[in-house]
């Protein structure tokens, strides 16, 4: 089994920056994705930021290009999701994910992640 923790979120004001952390641990995953989610209620979860196995395959979500960075370690192991100028509409649930082994294509489909954390509360404050 895979697990992931999420940590680093919390309350900023607009502007400011935030870094959210991934760790996984369990059985180990080889050349798969990762990604951040977010989730607001009543809405669906939504991608964020992926990265592929290689670390030079990224997307983004339009609403964070230019703001928001994903990265990994060299050991696969963490995936970091660097957030800057802040907005109060990133506010959000940020959960991390990852596809099975093999499946090295960042989705934009929460339903092609395995693997789920349990979230971590981001709140920008305006």
């Known amino acids: 089994q895979v697990q992931l923790v999420e940590s680093g979120g919390g309350l900023v004001q607009a502007g400011g920056s935030l870094r959210l952390s991934c760790a996984a641990s369990?059985?180990?995953?080889?050349?798969?994705?990762m990604g951040w989610f977010r989730q607001t209620p009543g809405k669906e979860r939504e991608l964020v930021a992926g990265i592929g196995w290689s670390d030079i395959a990224t997307s983004y979500a339009d609403s964070v290009k230019g703001r928001f960075t994903v990265s990994r370690d060299s050991a696969k192991s963490t995936m970091y999701l660097q957030m800057n100028s802040l907005k109060p509409e990133d506010t959000a649930v940020y959960y991390c994910a990852a596809r099975s082994s093999w499946n090295d294509n960042v989705s934009y489909a929460a339903g092609q992640y395995s693997y789920w954390g349990r979230g971590t509360q981001v709140t920008v404050s305006s």
């Open positions: 369990g059985r180990t995953l080889t050349r798969n994705a």
